[in-house]
Nanobody
Framework: QVQLRESGGGLVQAGGSLRLGCAAS????????MGWFRQAPGKERELAAAISPAGESTYYTDSVKGRFTISRDNAKNTIYLQINSLKPEDTAVFYC?????????????????WGQGTQVTVSS
């Protein structure tokens, strides 16, 4: 049974930073791509960042480039999302997910398993 558990969310002031983590279990973690999705209030879920199985390739949606950094530690079965220069519009539930196939994923339907999510709230 694949399980993903996010951590690190919280309330932070604009301009601040957070580091989210996602611990995975139940499959060979290092074989699959991972992603961080976010869903803001009243909006559809979107892929914010993604990383390939070995970590050599990453993807960021335009609105987070230069502020978000995705990374992974395959020895610990964990991925991270470093978020800097937080803005109120970053307020969202952040979900980690793992791909169906052994490659980086760029679309929601390429992902097979999801965590429960962690709330990030940015105050102005």
């Amino acid at each position: 049974q694949v399980q993903l558990r996010e951590s690190g969310g919280g309330l932070v002031q604009a301009g601040g930073s957070l580091r989210l983590g996602c611990a995975a279990s139940g499959r060979t973690f290092s074989r699959y791509g991972m992603g961080w999705f976010r869903q803001a209030p009243g909006k559809e879920r979107e892929l914010a960042a993604a990383i390939s199985p070995a970590g050599e390739s990453t993807y960021y949606t335009d609105s987070v480039k230069g502020r978000f950094t995705i990374s992974r530690d395959n020895a610990k079965n964990t991925i991270y999302l470093q978020i800097n220069s937080l803005k109120p519009e970053d307020t969202a539930v952040f979900y980690c997910a793992t791909t169906k196939y052994p490659r980086i994923g760029f679309k929601e339907d390429e992902y097979a398993y999801w965590g429960q999510g962690t709330q990030v709230t940015v105050s102005s």
